[in-house]
């Protein structure tokens, strides 16, 4: 498994104090680290980039080298380039996988998958989420307490504007009485996608080990099934199967 | 619109207090009351059957004459008789549309149409309900706030064991922290399924205008669209079409 | 209801004889007058708009007095701008409803909304086409012959390269023995998209009278259900629910 | 994996010449031949079972260590003892992989478990079977050609009378035009359950190895994920999840 932990790295570079504290290494630092357990097999790649590398990290090499990308975005979505972002979808649609972490629901890549606004209420007031699970079959469930307690997390509520989910993983509850369906799938072209809420900036939230669990069986879930394929091709059959 | 409120009256009529002060004509009694003025064209009609009826009050005559059938059932689903409940199952897939509510996942139609045990958390302690909608521009939602704010209810929580619904319109969230899909629709055969959740005799839901809202709703979406008809029937196509 | 029907009107107008004959009023025109004993009461509008009008047509004003847009495209989906695009898909988000016709899945509001490649495969040797209704209640197939035979079409196979759709309304087959998934319906925001693909414009499909009832019925369908509204706006509860 | 193969057994036993000379071994047998050389792992276990039997061959026992079962049912579907139709429900709430083969659709488990008639149009008359992947990267899928070609085979069309599927794997087409939902799934409880409708006692669609392949691919899919558990157990939570 080849994994890219993809971070805007903003919050953690512009000097604030809480971000620091809770993520020295940033946040893509600390869920990579998080996930090195879960992928320790041989031919297992872990790599980060973020928003400020050459290209934002997502070269056309990185991506031909990832299996499944992660992604945390949040108040630099407008500094993400166009063709970046086209690139991305490019291979999702030719089969890599792809994990879209809290706030990236507003990212580019997220709504050019979804064609949704993807907007919804929030409050950051360190309420406790409950994230229960709906799907219990599914694998990205597996293993995972029902329901994992987030002690302190940003509330996203419902409405939730994304398109009907292919299946419906985790919904939370938050201490003000808000829901939100935090875990979701979808698919699109041969790539298979993972929106998963829970983790904000301001709180541990990607050291809680229930969290990596998630995230990591959302990559195993969400990596190739097959081999990637350019879906734009023209394909004209011209016989007719015979009767 | 010609619609049948059902009940199983077994909490009214054997002495319970609570609730016979909530529901003096029985909740049957009260929903037909509450529905009346959203049905209140010539042609309308809203009748109540119960348990204790010959053959339940759910006769062939009585079913023919219904469009959508609400079924409230509680501490008594195996005092149904199982010929009551084919007859009704059949019914629906002829096309009649079937509200099921509250305590009602456990009836016998419920699991028979959904071929599955329907079992979920519960703790009855008066807490707070808020229903959330999840599909805004669904028909059930139209006009309903969001949240609906019922002030105590009986907690329902997931894991609900029901099958993937075709439409989730509503989620719950309670005090104590649970989630619940409160508002979940089916087709069987030609008939639509509105399972809704709210309502349990002990509080005054089917009180609360909005919930009568969307059971009227409900009624309406629920609504036969195409004649009744018996889809058991062999269909035996024997000339192909001309290529 | 408020009726517009977008056309690229490119095979029409470089002398496409064969179109020119089928179609001597453009698709546009022959949709139009085909729909218009369907949406004869007083305050319906059937307009038309075509690429090279100025904005193509659809500038805010003729889009705030369009209920449902209707679009036809094929050979000039590149000369679409991308400014009207994103006006259309604002607008969608914000309730109006769409249908995409034929070639149209290649347009670029179908492929922004869908987030997929929306390739297929395709043949253009005048196949007969039986279009199946999969969801009986559906609204869109209400009066609706099953199948529809069409007598001579193009034919697009699986793999369509589309989300999961909300709902599978029609699966085609064509002589050739291939299969297609040619009525399906999303939504996106508060707007509510049905794609049919049957209407080559090599065939009088749009004389077909099952076809002009199908989009009939897909634009009642399709029609707003909400007042307007822009679901990008914030919505920062700052209170919690009372316990 | 442990894999019980059941079958009706009564084309081969009651003087069906066709069927004798195309299944010698039953249709069990050969579909049990079939499947070994995909599940030759040490603890791979693959028995048959058939109505025959006492209790049908699915005790409590086998039905223990059975991960997922196979169904292939026809003319005596009615002679299936309700007892055992009931275990076999059970256990599929409880995690057991189920798949239900061609004219199986209409056995009491598989009604029992989708609540619908599942009637269908049929005509057997030796037509061609495509069958297209819907769901390209679903695991049923995998590894098999898009379309199979099934030589000869029974004609299955719409409408199909089920609940609209989890997933749509397959669609046919026949050579008379038709088209047929061929491999759905769906969860109940913790069970998986796979139909796959190709595979009439008349053609000997179980010698193709293209549809042993699907049967292998359905088995590890609807394979339990997690321990057996009993889901009509009663949870009472009594505290509340502290804020």
Chains 1, 2, 3, 4 share one sequence.
Do not use: C
Request: charged share 25%; net charge negative.
């Amino acid at each position: 498994m080849r994994i890219t932990v993809w971070n805007e790295n903003v919050h953690e570079t512009r000097g604030d104090d809480v971000v620091r504290e809770l993520y020295p290494e940033g946040i893509h630092g600390q869920i990579a680290k998080g996930l090195a357990p879960h992928f320790a097999d041989d031919g297992d790649v872990i790599r980060t980039a973020v928003l400020q590398d050459d290209e934002h990290g997502l070269t056309e090499q990185v991506l031909d080298e990832t299996d499944v990308l992660l992604w945390w975005g949040h108040i630099a979505h407008d500094q993400v380039s166009d063709e970046v972002v086209e690139r991305v979808h490019r291979r999702v649609l030719a089969g890599m996988g792809l994990l879209v972490m809290h706030s990236g629901h507003y990212s580019k890549i997220f709504t050019r998958i979804t064609g949704s606004t993807a907007s919804l209420l929030w409050r950051s007031e360190g309420e406790r989420e409950l994230v229960w699970t709906i799907e219990r079959t599914h694998p990205i469930a597996a293993g995972i307490p029902n329901p994992i307690v987030i002690p302190r997390q940003e509330m996203y509520g419902e409405p939730f504007d994304i398109p009907v989910p292919d299946e419906l993983v985790f919904v939370s509850s938050f201490t003000g009485g808000e829901v939100f369906r935090s875990g979701v799938t979808y698919t699109r072209g041969l790539g298979r996608i993972f929106y998963f809420s829970p983790g904000d900036q301001e709180y541990p939230v990607y050291h809680q080990a229930e969290i990596l669990q998630v995230l990591a069986n959302g990559i195993r879930w969400a990596a190739p099934r097959l081999p990637r394929e350019d879906l734009t091709a023209e394909h004209r059959p011209t016989g007719w199967f015979a009767p």
